[in-house]
């Protein structure tokens, strides 16, 4: 229960990485507020802990839908102390085939709300003296991956991630990333691609660059969420954890 009494907002929430993140959370002993554009309140109720669970619908590109939100979570728990920026979108694109409308869709909830949940919890954490920012990066930064808007917005929350880290260090507040490798979650697996290899297909290809020769699953990066939001990582900020079973010391 170290994180008994403090309250976390996960963005991206309702399954995937951003559940197992709010599983970690809630076992810890945390308020979980579990944030998705698809209602995550059923998936609140699966979760096990001592603290309070509020699910909130939210498409975080939107700014007054983000507002409403940090209204709801500041009314109700007065202060958010774990920010964790988890949602993304993640299309197939590349340079023939995207458009603007998904280069701006793609930057506006993979990057944008990062900016604007942090803007808006930063004041409560500076007031306390105590705050913990996770971000959701990729090892895709590290690839040959054709994915042009997603590559590119996961290099700039890398980079916000030590620009807000530079920001906020003064107050108390850790701002850190965590770079997953290629997570076998049910949302990956059942993506669909006109050409070119299927999605079990990646993820064997992945996993075969790994030192460590299995799946990755969700609750890898639920285990790095616990380190870096407890007191023990409060001398660790501006960092990008990659938790891939080792496929970044490759360069591949």
């Known amino acids: 229960m170290a994180l008994e009494g403090k309250t976390a907002v996960v963005t991206g929430a309702a399954r995937g990485i951003g559940y197992a993140y709010c599983e970690r959370l809630a076992a810890d002993g945390a308020n979980v507020v579990a944030v998705d554009i698809d209602d995550p309140a059923n998936a609140v109720t699966q979760l096990t802990g001592s603290g309070d669970r509020l699910g909130l619908v939210c498409d975080i590109s939107e700014p007054s839908q983000v507002d409403a939100v940090v209204g709801?979570?500041?009314d109700r728990y007065g202060h958010c102390d774990i920010?964790?920026?988890?949602?993304?979108?993640?299309?197939?694109?590349?340079l023939d085939h995207v458009t603007i409308e998904l280069w701006r869709r793609v930057q506006a909830v993979n990057v944008e709300a990062i900016?604007?949940?942090t803007q808006a919890f930063a004041p409560g954490m500076r007031a306390v003296g105590w705050g913990r920012v996770v971000n959701t990066g990729s090892g895709i930064t590290t690839t040959q991956n054709r994915d042009l808007a997603y590559m590119t917005s996961k290099g700039t929350v890398h980079?916000?991630?030590?620009?807000?880290a530079n920001e906020l260090g003064d107050s108390g507040i850790t701002v850190n990333a965590i770079a997953p490798g290629l997570v076998a979650t049910q949302g990956f697996l059942g993506r669909v691609r006109t050409n070119g290899p299927t999605a079990d297909e990646v993820v064997a290809r992945m996993t075969?660059?790994?030192t460590i020769k299995r799946r990755s699953v969700p609750a890898d990066l639920g285990s790095a969420l616990g380190f870096l939001v407890s007191d023990d990582a409060g001398f660790v900020t501006g960092q990008i954890l990659h938790v891939d079973g080792g496929?970044?010391?490759t360069g591949a």
Request: glycine fraction near 4%.
């Open 208 to 210: 075969a660059m790994q």
């Open 83 to 94: 920010l964790v920026n988890n949602a993304g979108v993640f299309p197939f694109t590349d």
């Open 72 to 74: 709801t979570v500041l």
């Open 115 to 117: 900016l604007l949940f």
């Open 247 to 249: 496929v970044t010391r």
């Open 159 to 164: 980079a916000l991630t030590r620009a807000l």
